[in-house]
């Protein structure tokens, strides 16, 4: 597909992905079987399943962050909107830039202070005018819900952020540049639980202009937030372990009337 | 007061355990000794060289033994053949413009090279190239410094039909480049890769994300292996000796021979007077606060930037 990512301005209107036979590998290794997913617009997608079931792996396939580890590639149909982005000729560099990423650990850039933390991605756009920076990046914190706490000290380093605020410190740099997508890995896992509660009721607010897809841990969270959860389970070929997705829909099915009895295992705490 | 245990192997544990302790103890002192003292004793005997002459004048020959320097008239009561009586004159302001010359020279060609290559070593991904650099570096790093004395003699010196500072300059390079290279790789892999895909993720390029998040993240680092590398090219002679020869007088130009500290540090050391004996600890003295000096002026600055 000729088709290139094309900067656009910014729109209200969510976005959704299609994927379609995705095989994500490490050198030689296949980490999860092809497996097929749907991202609604303004939805948030959960991907659950115990350790090693490969579901950051898929997360990272999601907008490309999976190549950046020696050796890794994937192969199958990823689309956002009707783009593939593993198309020949796309810049995996403007397809992060389309689909946001949050880390488990807070990341701020400590060479730079919190201002310069959100600005970093809109200045990497071309942004040079100050009074249109400044803006976008109260909006950026504001939507983040970090602005009231550190408006007073915008000049000071990211470092001196609590893990909670730093965290939304890295929602804020990546909504800042107002992506279409924006996927979540383990965001709150690193985070004490009223810091948690925050970042949760940041997702549900973020929810109503983006689309969200987030890898959780925490099944209480998954079942809290999410609209739709995919349960990733561990399976053993030739005593090598593949991840495989085992069943995918609408949150509330998944935790009441599973479809498969591993869920249900997984769900009730009796494997992972 | 003391707490009762049952562990049997308590009393062994705690003697092994001091044991241990007093080993590293006496090992730091081993080490740490000889370099106090021999920095003391030039500071002292280095120190006691230094006067306003030192730093202003140039080479000047000694006063033979029983002769006024002033006038220039003989001194009575006193034997003319007395070495110990030969009197130094002049300074070594020479040295330090050479050394100052060729070594920033050296470095201002070495930090974009060698950083370059300690990026490509450690931000791009693994193949054979890269080892067999890495190889390379290692070894060059610990060739005997003579070495590259020679093969700045054979490639420069011989073809060009003169010594010369830029000479010089050029067979530092060669020991630098290798120093700063590792030393910036070896920086470079202690940036948590989560910083990189945090720059990644927000879809900066590669250069973007290098330049502008990892570097300077691993900044501190990366200026002290070029201090290091400045350090260790200043105080080479080796190289010089066959580079750029020496030079009595001052000299800025680059084409031509030139003087430098550790050149002058063994000519004085070699001398049958011990007048200039002392003045080869002047310039070990100066040399060791050159090198001091720009470390603390660096430090200083980037310590700046950080903030």
């Known amino acids: 597909m000729a088709v290139a990512i094309q900067p656009t301005v910014a729109t209200q209107t969510a976005h959704s992905m299609t994927v379609r036979g995705l095989k994500p590998f490490y050198g030689k290794r296949l980490a999860v079987q092809a497996l097929d997913l749907d991202v609604r617009p303004n939805q948030i997608m959960a991907l659950i399943g115990p350790s090693g079931c490969g579901k950051s792996t898929v997360l990272r396939c999601l907008n490309r962050m999976h190549e950046l580890v020696p050796y890794a590639r994937a192969e199958g149909l990823v689309k956002l909107d009707n783009i593939d982005i593993y198309a020949p000729g796309i810049d995996p560099a403007l397809v992060r830039r389309k689909i946001g990423m949050v880390f488990q650990l807070p990341i701020a850039l400590r060479t730079r202070n919190i201002y310069e933390n959100v600005a970093v991605g809109l200045r990497l756009g071309g942004i040079k005018n100050k009074a249109e920076l400044d803006a976008r990046v109260e909006k950026a914190l504001r939507d983040a819900h970090l602005w009231d706490e550190v408006k007073d000290k915008l000049h000071l380093s990211g470092m001196a952020l609590s893990g909670g605020q730093q965290q939304r410190l890295s929602i804020a740099r990546t909504i800042a540049v107002e992506p279409d997508i924006i996927l979540f890995d383990e965001p709150c896992s690193a985070l004490d639980p009223i810091a948690t509660l925050r970042i949760e009721e940041l997702l549900l607010s973020l929810r109503q202009r983006y689309t969200i897809v987030i890898v959780t841990h925490n099944m209480q969270q998954a079942a809290r937030i999410s609209d739709r959860t995919a349960v990733f389970m561990v399976e053993k070929t030739d005593d090598i372990p593949v991840g495989v997705l085992i069943e995918e829909g609408p949150t509330e099915q998944i935790f009441s009337t599973p479809q498969d009895p591993r869920t249900e295992d997984y769900i009730s705490g009796r494997v992972g | ?307």
Not at chain 2, 171 to 195: D, G, H, Q, S, Y
């Open chain 2, 1 to 307: 007061m003391s707490l009762e245990t049952n562990m049997l192997t308590y009393p062994r544990r705690s003697r092994v355990d001091r044991a241990l302790r007093g080993c590293t103890i006496i090992a730091t002192a081993i080490a740490i000794v000889p370099l106090v003292l021999i920095i003391t004793y030039v500071l002292i005997v280095g120190g006691a060289a230094l006067n306003w002459d030192f730093f202003t004048q140039t080479y000047r020959p000694p006063v033979p033994a029983g002769i006024d320097p002033r006038t220039g008239l003989p001194i009575e009561g006193m034997e003319e053949n007395d070495l110990s009586q030969v009197q130094a004159r002049g300074g070594v302001l020479h040295g330090i413009v050479g050394t100052l010359m060729v070594t920033i020279t050296a470095l201002l060609f070495s930090l974009p090279i060698g950083i370059l290559a300690g990026i490509f070593l450690a931000e791009y991904p693994d193949t054979p190239f890269n080892t067999f650099i890495r190889f390379c570096c290692d070894v060059l790093s610990g060739a005997p410094s003579i070495v590259i004395g020679v093969v700045g003699f054979t490639m420069i010196v011989r073809q060009t039909q003169t010594y010369s500072g830029i000479a010089g300059s050029i067979a530092l390079i060669f020991l630098m480049v290798p120093t700063i290279a590792r030393t910036t790789e070896e920086i470079l892999k202690l940036v948590p890769n989560a910083t990189r895909e945090a720059a990644m993720a927000m879809g900066a390029p590669m250069w973007y994300s290098t330049l502008t998040v990892v570097v300077p993240t691993a900044l501190t680092g990366i200026v002290t292996g070029a201090l290091l590398a400045f350090a260790r090219g200043a105080g080479e002679t080796a190289p010089l000796l066959l580079t750029i020869q020496g030079n009595s007088n001052l000299s800025f130009n680059m084409l031509a021979p030139m003087a430098a500290l550790p050149i002058l540090t063994y000519k004085y050391i070699e001398s049958p007077f011990p007048a200039e004996n002392q003045l080869a600890w002047g310039t070990a003295f100066v040399l060791m606060m050159l090198v001091l000096g720009v470390n603390l002026l660096v430090r200083i600055t980037t310590a700046r930037i950080k903030r």
